[in-house]
């Protein structure tokens, strides 16, 4: 703590993985004598760079860099990059950290990193754009590979973003390396089924556990923030499933549509054009928007997906979902939920499927992306999907399990933080200290 005391999404981040261990450590005390914890919670790494670039007036922007690459027991480093504001050493070493266990509860041979720049895409040309990103990859190419440490996207980032990086990592190495990067173009080497990946997999992933109590995302009322990548899928597959979505937003408000979510709408908005949420009701002015997105908590619904950034529900708006009658929350971006949300809902019985188990389904088919190009080949859609499913299957069986195991019964929290542990920790002990 004393020396990340100003980090304070780590240390919400490390807090919450600590409470979940002390069974473990009481059954396992060589866990404690090979300093597993304490070497767990210290990066490998963390590599920081300046970026300069040219803007179209051809005056000089700087703007930094990071990689956190915190543990390679499992595999290379493996982790999305965030070009965003907000991002600072705090941000990127929670999203590495948990990574750590996301990767290991995937099944697949990955370890965990996480990357970024406080460069805002928002309002940059697309030339922009790519001159930003050919000065980041120059730097960050001395410390990535296919086998060494191997990037995706992440918020403000998406197949464009990754196309340009790809392309100049390929430039500076002076041939083509299809493993270094996943989610890209599956016309140009990525993987079908990676873009929904996220979404579908959070999907997946609260349909299982509301199975488990007699529940269904059919019939049900949803609420979804966000309108990226992620959201985009969960609501898709939460449609697919039969809900109704009511709701979703952007960073500067959100949208309620009583009848359901025009779904073809926010694609075309959000995927295919830069347009704001608020343009949804200008195709269907029956909709209502307020520009408030934090406010989109108040609605009420049966299952609600955070799926946009960390920190979205407080205590306050978990008061109110819990007041509205929610049935379930499933966290489809990383660590959307404070911790005093997240006890709201525990005490009050809310299901919870948290984030490192709920979203790890993209994760999983970068993995499948790191196959397909190392095999040169390439898997159908519905290869992907039924692959996707399993994976989101046996994760939720596995936190299950461990929840079992360590004597807190259903909680899923628990179940993903000792499961992902376990992996990562039993191949620290087999590898040594170091
Ligand atoms: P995108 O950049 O595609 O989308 C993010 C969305 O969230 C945008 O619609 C953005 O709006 C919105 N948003 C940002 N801040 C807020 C806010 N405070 N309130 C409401 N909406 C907001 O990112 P992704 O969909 O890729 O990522 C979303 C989350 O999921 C992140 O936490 C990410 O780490 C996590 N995640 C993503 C994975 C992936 O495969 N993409 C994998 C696992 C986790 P605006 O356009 O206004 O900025």
């Known amino acids: 703590k004393r020396r990340n005391s100003d ?34 919670t210290e990066p490998d790494r963390i590599i920081t760079f300046r970026v300069a670039w040219e803007d179209d007036q051809g005056k000089v922007h700087v703007n930094r860099g990071y990689r956190v690459q915190f543990n390679s027991d499992l595999g290379p480093y493996k982790g999305g990059i965030r070009f965003h504001p907000s991002v600072n050493t705090s941000i990127m070493k929670f999203l590495a950290f948990e990574q750590i266990f996301k990767n290991a509860l995937t099944g697949q041979p990955i370890g965990a990193g996480k990357g970024g720049s406080d460069f805002d895409p928002k309002g940059k040309s697309e030339r922009e754009v790519m001159r930003f990103v050919q000065s980041f990859i120059t730097e960050l190419s001395k410390y990535i590979g296919p086998d060494m440490d191997v990037p995706a996207g992440d918020i403000g980032v998406g197949k464009r ?11 500076l190495k002076g041939g083509y390396e299809a493993g270094v990067f996943t989610g890209k173009d599956p016309e140009h080497g990525g993987s079908l089924g990676r873009k929904e990946a996220t979404g579908y997999g959070t999907v997946y992933f609260v ?16 609420v979804v923030s966000g309108s990226g990548n992620v959201s985009t899928y969960a609501i898709d597959k939460a449609i697919q499933l039969g809900a109704k979505v009511i709701a979703c937003s952007d960073s500067s408000g959100y949208i309620y549509d009583e009848k359901g979510i025009d779904l073809k709408t926010i694609k075309y908005l959000k995927e295919e054009n830069n347009f704001r949420i608020r343009d949804y009701v200008k195709v269907h002015p029956h909709a209502e928007f307020n520009d408030d997105c934090t406010k989109i908590w108040t609605i009420p619904c ?35 939920c404070t911790m005093e949300a997240i006890n709201r809902f525990v005490a009050n019985d809310v299901l919870f499927a948290p984030a490192k188990a709920a979203n790890a389904g993209g994760v999983a088919v970068s993995a499948m992306e790191m196959s397909q190009n190392s095999m040169r080949l ?40 000792v499961a992902g542990f376990l992996k990562v920790a039993d191949a620290m002990v087999a590898h040594g200290i170091r």
């Open 7 to 40: 980090e304070k999404e780590f240390l919400q981040a490390t807090r919450e993985i600590f409470d979940s261990l002390r069974p473990v450590f009481a059954q396992h005390p060589e866990y404690i004598s090979n300093g597993v914890l304490e070497r767990l």
């Open 161 to 171: 973003e990754i196309g340009y990086m790809f392309g100049q990592y390929n430039r």
């Open 207 to 222: 349909e299982e556990m509301l199975k488990d109590k007699g529940l269904s995302f059919s019939g049900s009322t949803v």
């Open 302 to 336: 049966d299952i609600a997906l955070p799926c946009a950034t960390q920190n979205e529900i407080d205590e306050k708006s978990a008061r109110i979902l819990v007041q509205n009658s929610v049935k379930a929350i499933g966290e489809g971006a990383n660590m959307p």
């Open 378 to 417: 390439s898997w159908t859609t519905e290869e992907v999907d039924e692959k996707l499913l399993q994976i989101m299957k046996d994760i939720y069986s596995s936190c299950l399990y461990a929840a079992d195991t360590y004597g807190k019964p259903g909680n899923l929290i628990v179940g993903a933080n």
